[in-house]
């Protein structure tokens, strides 16, 4: 079967902006074929905003995201593989879905499900939370 990260992902933005909240997604600079600003990027991750009043042409395809965006008033064409795409929540209270492995899609932590749920709990307080839902 195909991934279901992409319906998801298009799914998620769906229900986040019917819900008037801001979308914004978890991406891994480090995957093959992203192209983000590098001056934004830390820890190897980007957030972005992509909501319609932040980005412009909002392809969520397949096999990527494609948008435009202003990042310090400098315009940009991002290109994000699904398989870069890490979450996806609504930043007003964090809800959403942080992707797990999938077949023919690297472990976006490496290290396997329990670690990621215990890296949850040991995130300060105040900032959006994210939880694996299987």
Wanted: glycine residues 12%.
């Amino acid at each position: 079967m195909s991934s279901s990260r992409p319906y998801l992902v298009r799914a998620l933005n769906e229900w986040i902006l019917d819900n008037d909240c801001t979308p914004y997604i978890v991406v891994d600079a480090g995957v093959q074929g992203v192209q983000v600003p590098t001056e934004h990027v830390a820890n190897g991750q980007i957030v972005l905003n992509i909501s319609t009043g932040a980005v412009r042409g909002l392809v969520i395809g397949n096999g990527a995201i494609e948008f435009s965006a202003r990042f310090g008033g400098v315009p940009m064409q991002v290109f994000i593989p699904l398989q870069a795409v890490l979450a996806i929540y609504a930043k007003e209270n964090g809800e959403g879905m942080v992707f797990g492995s999938e077949p023919g899609f690297p472990d976006p932590d490496g290290d396997g499900d329990d670690a990621s749920a215990q890296k949850a709990d040991e995130r300060p307080s105040g900032r959006p939370t994210l939880k694996v839902v299987k």
